[in-house]
Nanobody, 122 residues
Framework: QVQLVDSGGGLVQAGGSLRLSCAARERTFSTYTVGWFRQAPGKEREFVAAISWSGGSTYYADSVKGRFTMSRDNAKNTVYLQMNNLKPEDTAVYYC???????????????WGQGTQVTVSS
């Protein structure tokens, strides 16, 4: 089991950047697939991106491809989501999630962070 703490959200103007972080204390976190999801008010939660345990593979939703980059530093037990060229439609609560499974394209996760708010003003 892992406990995830996501952070880094905030208010930014359209075209700006933010970097979200997802950290865990458990060393086993470095062996987990990690994903980012987001949920805007009145909408269902949607998948944003995922990264393999090694960081060697990433997978992005079409809506963020080319603007968002996911990475991880297993020595620091932290996963990052660099978000560039942000748009008002990126406004949402962002959640990191983790799972032991290596199936990156299956959007089912076992552990979830508490969420961090990202607001993009136009």
């Amino acid at each position: 089991q892992v406990q995830l703490v996501d952070s880094g959200g905030g208010l930014v103007q359209a075209g700006g950047s933010l970097r979200l972080s997802c950290a865990a204390r458990e060393r086993t976190f470095s062996t987990y697939t990690v994903g980012w999801f987001r949920q805007a008010p009145g909408k269902e939660r949607e998948f944003v991106a995922a990264i393999s345990w090694s960081g060697g593979s990433t997978y992005y939703a079409d809506s963020v491809k080319g603007r968002f980059t996911m990475s991880r530093d297993n020595a620091k037990n932290t996963v990052y989501l660099q978000m560039n060229n942000l748009k008002p439609e990126d406004t949402a609560v962002y959640y990191c999630a983790a799972k032991k499974s290596t199936a990156m394209y299956i959007k089912l996760y076992d552990y979830w962070g508490q969420g961090t708010q990202v607001t993009v003003s136009s």
